[in-house]
């Protein structure tokens, strides 16, 4: 073949790569997702079966939500941002309308989401009127300069930009309340007043569905590799129970609750956010699989079951590659999680016992 043909031909085949408006298509690539709905005191003995049927159902409900997305060529972003708004909508789990309560009788939402491709990431805390904190992290990442907003002015951005505005009274759930109402009882703290618009109180003391720490690490997240080869991470919390003087735990804070990048994995945390900050858990994970050359599950599980343990700290992460390797470790007697692949078939847990 003459040298000017094996140029053409050359030319041929590259151009097969380069969609009709120039920019670079990606390869196909088999979608992926990991979820988890919170790690903690989580046991057979004190679960009922109608309540872990339910947390399966809601587990099941967001995972499908964000794999129909991938499955249609969407993004591991627009995947991560379905299925947690599903999970901020389903009071079992400890995230918008499920959070818990501040020692001061207050819902206060984090969330944090960041794409591996780029590096860009988006982080909210102490959220009171965003319906979906997973949302308006993303706004953050995507329609501001910054990566962090806290507080009221989280919200202000939000109502600026159109997102979804409640009334505090939404997130508020009557078992979340007086499960705070115990805790603040037993830790001698002052009860504040029912929050304004929310339901009567009952006549007697609701039923205790799920176990007492079943929420001790409440949080939701999310990670996920698309088809195009790209993998991000989410998460969204309602903190923990009676925090006070304005605690933020590791969910929003990029490389301890939440940390993606296409150079090593994606992940999500849920635990005690103070040893989760302390060691950055997230990127922690990261480091051991691009610089190590560690297998995804034996990074998590080193991380979790060595170095967070070495600093007594409890939780646990879900992960993903770009290479399609998915895992979860969790060092608590239960973490709700779930996950599935291109093809493969729906894996769903509660317990340490299962898979």
């Given at each position: 073949?003459k040298?000017?043909?094996s140029l053409?031909?050359?030319?041929?085949v590259?151009?097969?790569?380069i969609s009709?408006s120039?920019q670079?298509?990606?390869?196909?690539?088999?979608w992926?997702?990991v979820?988890?709905g919170g790690?903690g005191?989580?046991?057979r003995?004190?679960?009922?079966?109608?309540?872990?049927?339910a947390?399966?159902?809601?587990l099941k409900?967001?995972i499908?939500?964000?794999s129909?997305?991938?499955d249609?060529n969407?993004?591991a972003?627009?995947a991560?941002e379905?299925?947690?708004?599903?999970?901020?909508?389903?009071?079992?789990f400890n995230?918008?309308r499920?959070?818990?309560?501040t020692?001061?009788g207050?819902n206060e939402?984090?969330a944090?989401?960041m794409?591996?491709a780029t590096?860009?990431?988006?982080?909210?805390?102490e959220v009171?009127r965003t319906r979906h904190?997973?949302?308006?992290?993303?706004?953050?990442?995507?329609?501001?300069p910054?990566?962090m907003?806290?507080g009221?002015?989280?919200?202000e951005?939000?109502?600026?930009i159109g997102l979804e505005?409640?009334?505090?009274r939404f997130f508020f759930?009557?078992r979340r309340?007086?499960?705070?109402v115990k805790?603040?009882k037993?830790?001698?703290?002052?009860?504040p007043p029912?929050p304004?618009?929310?339901p009567?109180?009952?006549a007697a003391?609701?039923?205790?569905i799920?176990?007492?720490?079943?929420?001790?690490y409440?949080?939701?997240g999310v990670?996920a590799?698309d088809r195009f080869?790209?993998i991000?991470?989410?998460?969204?919390?309602?903190?923990?129970?009676?925090k006070?003087w304005?605690r933020?735990?590791?969910s929003p804070?990029?490389?301890a609750?939440?940390y993606?990048s296409?150079?090593?994995?994606a992940?999500s945390g849920?635990?005690t956010?103070?040893y989760?900050?302390?060691l950055t858990?997230?990127?922690?994970?990261?480091?051991?699989v691009?610089?190590?050359g560690?297998?995804?599950q034996?990074?998590?599980?080193?991380?979790?079951?060595?170095?967070?343990?070495a600093l007594?700290g409890?939780?646990?992460v879900i992960a993903?590659?770009p290479?399609?390797?998915?895992?979860?470790?969790?060092?608590?007697p239960?973490?709700?999680?779930?996950r599935?692949a291109e093809g493969g078939?729906?894996?769903l847990?509660?317990?340490?016992?299962?898979?």
């Amino acid at each position: 073949m003459k040298p000017w043909r094996s140029l053409l031909c050359f030319a041929a085949v590259a151009a097969i790569s380069i969609s009709t408006s120039g920019q670079q298509t990606a390869p196909a690539h088999r979608w992926a997702i990991v979820l988890h709905g919170g790690a903690g005191v989580i046991e057979r003995a004190s679960m009922d079966p109608k309540t872990e049927a339910a947390y399966r159902a809601g587990l099941k409900e967001a995972i499908e939500a964000g794999s129909k997305v991938l499955d249609s060529n969407g993004s591991a972003l627009d995947a991560i941002e379905a299925s947690i708004r599903i999970l901020e909508d389903n009071p079992l789990f400890n995230a918008g309308r499920g959070a818990v309560f501040t020692a001061n009788g207050k819902n206060e939402l984090d969330a944090a989401i960041m794409d591996g491709a780029t590096l860009r990431a988006g982080a909210v805390a102490e959220v009171t009127r965003t319906r979906h904190p997973i949302s308006l992290a993303r706004a953050v990442m995507e329609k501001s300069p910054h990566v962090m907003l806290v507080g009221d002015g989280a919200d202000e951005f939000a109502q600026s930009i159109g997102l979804e505005e409640v009334d505090p009274r939404f997130f508020f759930t009557e078992r979340r309340w007086q499960s705070l109402v115990k805790q603040l009882k037993k830790e001698g703290l002052p009860i504040p007043p029912r929050p304004a618009g929310a339901p009567p109180a009952p006549a007697a003391p609701i039923a205790q569905i799920e176990p007492p720490d079943a929420h001790k690490y409440g949080t939701v997240g999310v990670v996920a590799l698309d088809r195009f080869g790209h993998i991000a991470a989410g998460t969204s919390t309602g903190g923990t129970q009676a925090k006070r003087w304005g605690r933020v735990g590791d969910s929003p804070i990029i490389g301890a609750g939440t940390y993606a990048s296409n150079q090593s994995c994606a992940v999500s945390g849920t635990g005690t956010g103070e040893y989760f900050i302390r060691l950055t858990v997230a990127r922690e994970v990261c480091n051991l699989v691009q610089f190590k050359g560690m297998p995804l599950q034996l990074a998590a599980d080193q991380v979790i079951h060595k170095e967070l343990v070495a600093l007594h700290g409890d939780g646990g992460v879900i992960a993903i590659t770009p290479d399609g390797q998915m895992a979860w470790s969790f060092n608590t007697p239960g973490m709700f999680r779930a996950r599935i692949a291109e093809g493969g078939a729906l894996q769903l847990g509660v317990y340490n016992d299962e898979p």
